[in-house]
């Protein structure tokens, strides 16, 4: 099966070319420049004149709720919608019932994505305060890393002992992804809002109770254990200005000064493959859709429809966060996708569930966030396709280069469309998204070389591949 995505303009490794990419079994086989189109015939070919190309999407952060909580979501519905939004790859978090905190269960999941997933998986191996033993036996080219709870999101999942954590950083032979939240404190914060107003306080108080020093904190004591036992460390969905304050900005933008503009870039790099990039540092940082997206303005109008765990925050945290995309401060953007039918997200703070469904919407929303001069298409690229692949060691995937997996999305600017029930495709039918209108449409998404989007048109019958990593 040969492909020919001709007349694009591919946006890779902080390049922008027009140019075409030639696609034969499940991997790329080559670019063309200035018109050049190779000899023979081709089974299918794509105009792209107009588009944009991209790696496939890296979503380092979802929550598919397979296996035991599928009246929410589940590994088809969730991949079918991150084929939608042009996500070729995702790693699906450990809080699922059972939960991914052992072998067997780590093995069930992966059992279940090879008969349902669309588009390409893996899982994380989740911390308990007491698995750690069980680190040794994991098989590193297969999982991305340990996820860590230090926060009170998760139920029993919470590593709460200072015993534990310290271990759990010792030992990892893996990155560490960490959700930091101080539950002391959320505790504390709680009870002091319902002694004033009720047991489930209104939504605006939930910056109040999942508050900044909350966040802060148990960011600092991550950090800290990090760099006490030199592990690779990975904080979740950061949400305040004070927390950026704990990250250093990636060695690319410190040795730069600032990023180049565009035009800048078009002259200054010629190569498809530059030189590769310094190392990424050992602790790093991630933001997700919804905090780069929304503030506590938004409560008023969309309620706990944007009820998350750690909580969206002011105005000025949002412009810190979209500023540290530039400058290095955060390495990668996710989207913490975490579905709920829209009757658990009844009541308020203490009542209705935290997380949201976003990952058919990331990228259009990145997009849109290019469109208002937050970042660049150079930048959106590093933080979604190639830092996801560098920091977590993806083999294969997160670049457009010749031998590579063909893991390919196009998009159209200029092509205004509204999110409407119907266009929704996880399986609560529900988004924050709902009745904005998006200038950047997705019409092609690749999936190992499969047309598995097409401009509306979606093959059902599609199966992603296991990533595999280092």
Same mark, same amino acid.
């Given at each position: 099966?040969?492909?020919? $995505?001709?007349?694009? %303009? $591919?946006v890779n490794e902080s390049r922008q070319f027009v140019g ?10 080559? !670019? ?75 093995? &069930? ?25 069980? !680190? ?13 709870? +230090? ?17 759990? !950083? ?15 404190l959320i505790n504390r914060n709680m009870a002091r809002v ?65 990023? +180049? ?22 602790? %790093? ?18 309620? %706990? ?22 400058? &290095? ?17 009844? &009541? ?9 469904? +976003? ?39 997160? !670049? ?32 924050? +998204? ?10 092609? %998404? ?25």
């Amino acid at each position: 099966m040969s492909i020919f $995505i001709q007349n694009a %303009t $591919i946006v890779n490794e902080s390049r922008q070319f027009v140019g075409s990419i030639l696609i034969e079994q499940d991997r790329i086989s080559g !670019f063309f420049e200035h018109g050049e189109v190779p000899q023979g015939q081709f089974d299918e070919v794509v105009d792209a004149s107009g588009c944009f190309v991209f790696p496939g999407i890296i979503d380092d952060h979802v929550h598919f709720r397979e296996p035991g909580l599928t009246a929410k979501a589940d590994i088809e519905s969730e991949s079918r919608a991150a084929a939608y939004g042009g996500v070729t790859s995702y790693f699906d978090m450990p809080n699922t019932n059972p939960q991914t905190t052992t072998l067997e269960a780590l093995d &069930g999941k992966f059992a279940l994505a090879a008969a349902k997933s669309h588009v390409n998986y893996s899982f994380f191996y989740g911390a308990t305060n007491q698995n750690a033993d069980t !680190f040794g036996l994991l098989d590193v080219h297969r999982i991305p890393g340990i996820k860590l709870f +230090m926060g009170s999101s998760t139920g029993n999942m919470l590593v709460d002992r200072r015993e534990a954590l310290e271990r759990i !950083f010792r030992t990892s032979p893996l990155p560490i992804m960490a959700h930091c939240e101080d539950t002391g404190l959320i505790n504390r914060n709680m009870a002091r809002v319902q002694a004033e107003f009720g047991d489930d306080p209104v939504i605006g108080f939930h910056p109040v109770i999942r508050s900044e020093e909350a966040c802060y904190e148990s960011t600092k004591l991550a950090v800290d254990l990090a760099r006490q036992y030199d592990a690779r460390l990975h904080v979740a969905h950061v949400t305040t200005a004070r927390e950026l304050d704990l990250f250093d900005a990636i060695e690319e933008e410190k040795a730069r000064g600032k990023e +180049m503009d565009i035009d800048q870039k078009k002259e200054a790099v010629k190569p498809i493959i530059p030189v590769a990039p310094r190392p990424l540092p050992k602790i %790093t940082a991630e933001a997700v859709i919804a905090h780069l997206y929304f503030t506590d303005c938004d409560y008023a109008r969309l309620g %706990t429809r944007i009820k998350c765990n750690p909580a969206i925050k002011r105005p000025t945290d949002r412009e810190a966060l979209r500023r540290a995309l530039m400058d &290095g401060r955060i390495t990668t953007v996710g989207t913490d996708h975490a579905p709920h039918q829209l009757s658990d997200k009844e &009541g308020g703070c203490a009542r209705a569930a935290s997380g949201m469904p +976003m990952i058919q919407f990331s990228l259009v929303a990145m997009l849109e966030l290019v469109d208002m001069g937050v970042l660049t298409l150079e930048r959106l690229v590093e933080l979604m396709c190639h830092r996801p692949a560098r920091l977590f060691e993806v083999r294969e995937r997160g !670049f457009l280069r010749e031998g590579c997996k063909a893991d390919i999305v196009v998009v159209r600017p200029n092509s205004p469309w509204t999110v409407t029930t119907d266009v929704i495709q996880s399986k609560c039918k529900w988004s924050p +998204m709902e009745g904005h209108t998006f200038n950047w449409q997705v019409e092609h %998404t690749f999936c190992n070389g499969h047309h598995l989007f097409n401009k509306g048109v979606f093959d059902a019958a599609s199966r992603g591949e296991a990533l595999t990593f280092r």
